[in-house]
């Protein structure tokens, strides 16, 4: 396809009228689809129907009554299976319960309560600031503006975060805090953080003593192609010397069920203590009994990984229809570029600068419901507009057909509007 | 029995030297026994083993799959059925997770952070206190000291706290934001709020607008003989013109699993307004599987109420030797007053002044552990040193009756040493 942002105001004021008459005719259609979200079908929860079954003991691998009270920061078994999985140690880790995001709300209110390494609690400061590299994970974004921190912007590059950018920043002010991460097949773009960049940030010079990573490896187990290895974090605090400044959090919500799976936040020896002392006032303990059955329907990280390979083969159709999909409507268009990401639950787009807002309207109004325009971006604001986190993984093959074609007509029709204005 | 209290010099020493050679033939039996927390015992917790089923569906009521994310405030059916089991309107409830506790430090940190009605949050003011009626329950004083508030001592009376304290106070200072309540068998002395107490705390005046109940029904349907009713916390503040002042926690942890069941919090329609605007930020929901596993193992509120009568069945054996070895050993005696509890889960002794450290510490050396003296108030201190919580559900009763005796023992000789430095 030739490209359109090169056309003559004549050549696009034709585009205009065939793309607004094919709009037209999708609007007649009343479709009602929802893509907005990072949910998984209907068919690949089938798959993790095993979870429902009776659990069969209630007795820990110690001997101890899973039933009662009790083993505040979860099951050794547990800790050991997750452990295994991911590389880490299971005397740092903590169980939570069924939400990872809660226990960094959790943990974020601590340290604004209380605080960390006998310095000041967050909330005793005039100003906290956090970094949020972006596109990112809009529920971080709005856990940290309901905390009233102000959030710093940081580009996204391919390996991760700018770290030129953010290097700079945290060390010249020690009200910055701490920086979400979401270090592999990042939400939205689906990123891998790269070893220089995972080395950077657990070496860097940070004028805030208490400066604090916020690790969410939502996805670190949620491979299409392959596995792409993600560089150990503790390992690079450690090195940095800053074995205190990393908080590493896991769910299977994505593995078993979304909001009855099980959580959990690793970090240093120092931290969990901290965390348990607060932990054994705000709750009498987790579900143990979900740990159990998490184990019995996975009994060890390998079946784990298998199960895995089983939702990759129902959500890889879906990325590849997507990606097929916008390769032939927009290659060498220039109207639009987009990520190919070998894991995770979405894929970016970038429209034209100005264009994420009208093709999201424009998208609504023919019935197809998009993640919000800027809801990647800090206080919704997407400096350029013209991010898009497309979802692929709730609709049925069929419908995400239509609805990827619908987005294809919308996009382009934003764009060539667009490209009309400055004729 | 005669009143030791009245013994001669003479017959003290006499009488102690008895009981030490009683306490020391226990000790050389090297117990090992546990009535510190208010733990179900297997025996009980087997009669809920029903709740391990497999989950037959996991469709909602209104046709939503449970298995994937939303309805942040609860599965309908579960609040109704919750509404029509504590006589609440199921619109005003919001089903948590699986600890209620949890759901009170997580609204105190709200209130702390962002605040209520429009005033400011508690944490930018200069001074919070809270009232906490005592013997309490040692968790909800934890939490309020962890949060920094100073907190006042209630003293508790036969019908609830004592009011003409509160209404003064609460009037007086504010300060003053907030007050705990257990209000049916309390713990630990199974004390149950009169119709009055409850209309007091709904209409009192309070000089903080923004004074807050927290009404922690745990105990709301665990009747040990026949149901003591409890009046309306909801109408009472109603009333008095005070439609918000009341947050209503209850949840099955001793109903099905302890730190495996479901709870709920229940307030005016503008504070669930502000508690779901707060939620939506912290978690992606709650377990809504669980929820579905209650309502599948108790499908009705009869359903519940009969399995309660098969718990009750398994407690009450335990409460009555309890106290009726407290009966015989005590009865005239002077020595020791104690709570005759219609349900819940404690028993509450109060031994002379100054007595109750001695005792636990000589029932913990003979391999007794009890709750640790003071627990039942704020900041661990008990101002008479009287006060000693005994927990008969986890042991058998072979243990039970061993414990006991052995505590009786203690107490004895606790307070005949007592007398003698009198004498």
Redesign the interface.
Known sequence: MSAICDFSAEELRQLERELDASYQSWRARNLKLDMS?G??A?SQ?DL??GA????KT?RTASGA?A????ILDGLPEMREYFGKLLGLDPANITIG???S??LM??LL?QL??FGTAGQKPW?KLDKVKFLAPAPGYD?HF??TE??GFEMILIDMTPTGPDMDQVEKLVAADPAIKGIWCVPLYSNPQGICYSDETVARLGKMKCAAPDFRIFWDNAYGVHHLDGETALADIFASCNAGGNPDRAYYFFST?KIT????GVSLVATSAANKKELLA?LT??????????QLRTLQFLPTPEALKAHMKKLAAEIKPKFDLVLGVLEKEFSGTGLLSWTVPQGGYFIAVDTLDGCAKATVELAADAGVKLTGAGAAFPYHRDPRDRNIRLAPTYPTLDELQQAIRLFCVCAKLAGVRKLLTSK
Chains 1, 2 share one sequence.
């Open positions: 979200r949910k998984p209907a929860l993790c129907n429902l079954a009776e659990l209630t009554d039933r009662n009270y009790g319960g069924n939400s995001l809660n709300y959790d209110v604004v309560l909330g529920r709005a856990i309901k905390l919500s069920f979304p909001g009855a607060r006032i705000e709750t009498i303990g987790y579900d143990k009994l979900n």
